[in-house]
């Protein structure tokens, strides 16, 4: 059973540039969320989509943006990019969402901002 | 109050002990508790999972949760130097008809030969 794929795995950018990130769920899973990491906030909730819906929102500005496909990929955007969202991005797969489910992460994609 | 914090670490236990890794939560966060494993410069892998009081034990790993008290912990028997890791532990955050993992920013453990 494959897991959680996350593309690309690095990526380097300059301030004021947008950024795509993909993420493809495990097969079945229709809840993907993504996750901001960094070493001084730890993991910081971004959003969360089901069945191609937002169902949650995290405390991030505008600039974070994502969707969902119908075969329950997601895509998160960063726009304008800004030196303090250099971090690494995790997306994590769940069959219904975080109430009583564990979510499977991805290997996420570490993003540096210059 | 954050939802979930994880106070105490970095902690080192000799090969062999036990681990004992300890988190508070707040009224904001119920039904359900995980605990992840995450490794350096990997992604966080899930443990062990518990809803209800009391203990949940899996080889090496007790899961233990107290509503009461809101705490809930994670106990390493037989400590081994591949344990050594950062220990998440997340708590499901429900809003009405929506729900999200939140995550304490993790104990660090390290396992001496």
């Known amino acids: 059973k494959a897991g959680v794929t996350q593309t690309p795995r690095y990526l380097i950018k300059t301030r004021g540039q947008q950024v795509t990130l993909s993420c493809s769920p495990i097969?079945?899973?229709?809840?993907v969320s993504w996750y901001q990491q960094t070493p001084g906030q730890g993991l910081q909730f971004l959003f969360e989509?089901?069945?191609?819906?937002?169902?949650n929102k995290g405390n991030f500005p505008g600039r974070f943006s994502g969707r969902q496909f119908s075969n329950s990929r997601s895509e998160m955007n960063v726009s304008t990019l800004e030196l303090g969202d250099s971090a690494l991005y995790l997306c994590a797969s769940s069959l219904a969402g975080g109430q009583g489910y564990g979510y499977t992460f991805g290997s996420g994609t570490r993003l540096t901002v210059v | 109050q954050k939802e979930v914090e994880q106070n105490s670490g970095p902690l080192s236990v000799p090969e062999g002990a036990i681990a004992s890794l300890n988190c508070t939560y707040s009224d904001r966060v119920s039904q359900s508790f995980f605990w992840y494993r995450q490794y350096s410069g990997k992604s966080p892998e899930l443990i062990m999972s518990i809803y209800s009081n009391g203990d949940k034990e899996d080889g090496r790993f007790t899961a233990q949760l107290n509503k009461a008290s809101q705490y809930v912990s994670l106990l390493i028997r037989d400590s081994q130097p591949s344990d050594s890791a950062t220990y998440l532990c997340?708590?499901?955050?429900?809003?009405?008809?929506?729900?999200?993992?939140?995550f304490g920013k993790g104990i660090t453990l390290s396992v001496r030969p």
């Open positions: 989509y089901f069945s191609e819906t937002q169902r």
């Open positions: 097969s079945g899973h229709r809840s």
């Open positions: 997340a708590g499901s955050s429900i809003t009405g008809a929506n729900s999200k993992l939140t």
